[in-house]
């Protein structure tokens, strides 16, 4: 529950205050500031988006989403990183033409303004700050950043005020922009990752499967399947063969997952001599992804 309130919260605070920011950007005709209210708007559509998926995600599994509703909020997160990036490079090109076209620029008003921003946005950094689901990071992120951008924003006002140097206005963002722009592309990447069912990085097959076959009775584990729904929940389905009783090996095997951290395990028991499906399943994984057609072959072996 925490988390929604902390999105709701953070979504309310971007909005009013891409509102603020655009009002400001206008006034003082500083680019770092009205490409940074884009930028607020652009979380505050996300955020309110990540707000949604986020309690749609806690919702329990049911007949149509058997796995439940977590990776709805991977989806928030995907959509929040897309707006990001197309919002840090719309920030990048303004900032690159302002370089050629440089306006008069309002200091004071820019100061103050700066000052306002980093407030709002510390305080809403730390509402949203402690998380471990991946779309509250994205959410997170969006905070941390709008408070860089305000720092150095303030910084840069108040270098220009001095100097009188106003393509600092577009170097700032151009570099907050930047920053952006790597940080999104990095959480693009957790996220097509967990799509494309790639096995979480936190453990690797081969420790999983060195752990079990260290436990009495394990004679052979084969057929790993390993992947998470949103970086937190990992599944893991496999066979394993053993001449020792169901119950008592399941405990067992169930036991050293969860040290791994791996909280939810489908187990296939075989015994030694059985033929499994196709002896080669570790190596054939393209046979492996077409198994279906191997049931029809009339062999009917009754386990």
């Not at 559509?45 to 709805?72: H, Q, V």
């Not at 600092?168 to 963002?173: A, E, P, Q, T, Y």
């Not at 998470?228 to 009783?245: K, Q």
């Amino acid at each position: 529950m925490k988390t929604q309130k902390n999105i709701l919260i953070a979504f309310l605070l971007n909005l009013s205050f891409s509102i603020f920011e655009f009002i400001g950007g206008t006034l003082t005709g500083s680019v770092a500031i009205a490409s940074d209210a884009i930028h607020d708007l652009g979380d505050a559509m996300s955020i309110g988006l990540a707000y949604l998926l986020e309690r749609k995600s806690k919702e329990k599994p049911d007949e149509n989403y058997t796995y439940g509703y977590a990776r709805y909020s991977v989806l928030g997160s995907f959509i929040t990183t897309m707006i990001l990036i197309f919002g840090s490079v719309f920030v990048i090109y303004s900032a690159i033409k302002r370089l050629f076209y440089p306006e008069v620029i309002n200091y004071n008003g820019m100061i103050i303004f700066a000052i306002f921003g980093v407030i709002v946005n510390v305080a809403a950094a730390y509402v949203t700050r402690d998380t471990s689901s991946l779309n509250q990071r994205a959410v997170n992120l969006h905070m941390l950043e709008d408070v860089l951008g305000w720092i150095v924003v303030l910084i840069g006002s108040i270098v220009m005020k001095f100097t009188d140097f106003s393509a600092i206005d577009s170097i700032l963002s151009l570099l907050v922009a930047s920053y952006i722009l790597y940080n999104a592309i990095g959480n693009l990447n957790s996220v097509l990752n967990l799509f494309l069912e790639k096995s979480p990085d936190d453990i690797k097959i081969g420790e999983i499967k060195s752990h079990l076959l260290a436990l009495d009775g394990v004679k052979d584990v084969h057929h790993i399947h390993f992947w998470s729904l949103d970086g937190n929940n990992h599944f893991i389905t496999m066979h394993v063969v053993t001449c020792v009783e169901g119950d008592i090996i399941k405990e067992k095997i169930r036991e050293e997952l969860k040290e791994l951290g791996i909280c939810h395990a489908t187990l296939e028991l075989e015994l030694p001599g059985e033929k499994c499906e196709h002896d080669e399943c570790e190596l054939e994984f393209e046979v492996d992804t077409h198994h279906h057609h191997h049931h029809h072959h009339g062999h009917s072996h009754t386990h």
